[in-house]
């Protein structure tokens, strides 16, 4: 019988990776934040926040706006 090592452990992840994989979007605001990582933490939720709600326009739309606004 041969013997395999045990599995490393589950490595925790970070709420941040959790927020950002877009499962929990909107309860980012809720956990507490600890007052070391509260710039890091707010500034990257707010940007991944646009990411998923404002998507980049397509290139077609991207050029008939941009002679609207011209």
Known sequence: ???E???PPPEPDPPRDQKSAGSRGPHIDEPPIPPGETPIFR???NMRRRLPFMPPPPPKDDAESD???R
């Open 67 to 69: 002679d609207d606004n």
């Open 5 to 7: 090592p045990p599995p």
């Open 1 to 3: 019988a041969h013997q």
């Open 43 to 45: 500034k990257l939720p």
